[in-house]
């Protein structure tokens, strides 16, 4: 199941779920995953970070992907990135036990930075690992979660919201999980970096330079 070695081999079997859903506003409603960035479609550079995983999953409008990956659509469309996050697991291999759960604009993410979060999961006995920021923010779409205890939230948010996840923040879905709070201390620009603005995409730009 993938031997190698240093930050490329595997570090224990994950599938991940790419949120490719969100509007854009502040880009003017384009399609923000489909912008390049080093030459490359944001999405695509996600998906190349996590090229290990034992599938990967994108939810949204996803254009052109990569042979083997899988592509859906929240329930209702524009449901949000919690909706998004059932329609990715609902499409997860049964017995998959560890999912990265990721935003689709995160050009500098890597799979040093995803192995990183891997490993702070493996072996404990929390619910998931994601990076926090140099503020102590957490950025919960670049983590790895227990596929388990992800369900089980969505059951019991959905559960609380008269069986709909349309328009659920991810900070509700996230409450009740233990969550290992993951300082980025490996070399480079900051993985949970997302592109929310054209300023953000220059700046990623100067970064991939």
């Known amino acids: 199941m993938g031997g190698g070695s240093g930050y490329r081999g595997r570090v224990t079997a994950y599938a991940a779920v790419l949120l490719a859903g969100g509007a854009a506003r502040r880009m003017g409603g384009v399609d923000k995953p489909a912008r390049p960035v080093g030459g490359r479609p944001m999405l695509h550079r996600v998906l190349a970070a996590v090229a290990q995983a034992?599938?990967?999953?994108?939810?949204?409008?996803?254009?052109?992907?990569?042979?083997?990956?899988?592509?859906?659509?929240?329930?209702?469309?524009?449901?949000?990135p919690v909706a998004a996050t059932r329609a990715g697991i609902d499409l997860l291999d049964p017995g998959t036990a560890t999912?990265?759960?990721?935003?689709?604009?995160?050009?500098?993410?890597?799979?040093?930075?995803?192995?990183?979060?891997l490993r702070q999961l493996a072996g404990s006995t929390v619910d998931g690992a994601c990076y926090v920021d140099g503020d102590g923010r957490r950025q919960q779409l670049c983590g790895v979660w227990?596929?388990?205890?992800?369900?089980?939230?969505?059951?019991?948010?959905?559960?609380?919201?008269?069986?709909?996840l349309d328009g659920a923040p991810v900070r509700a879905l996230l409450a009740g999980l233990a969550v290992r709070e993951v300082a980025w201390s490996g070399s480079g620009p900051p993985p949970w970096f997302d592109c929310d603005?054209?300023?953000?995409?220059?700046?990623a730009e100067e970064w991939t330079r």
């Not at 034992?54 to 929240?74: D, K, M």
């Not at 205890?149 to 709909?164: I, N, Y």
């Not at 603005?197 to 700046?203: C, K």
């Open 197 to 203: 603005t054209d300023d953000d995409v220059r700046r």
């Open 54 to 80: 034992e599938s990967r999953i994108v939810v949204g409008a996803a254009g052109s992907v990569p042979p083997g990956v899988r592509v859906t659509r929240e329930e209702p469309s524009g449901g949000g």
């Open 99 to 117: 999912v990265a759960l990721l935003a689709a604009d995160l050009p500098l993410l890597t799979a040093e930075a995803v192995d990183a979060l």
């Open 146 to 164: 227990r596929v388990a205890a992800l369900r089980a939230a969505l059951d019991r948010l959905a559960g609380q919201r008269g069986d709909t």
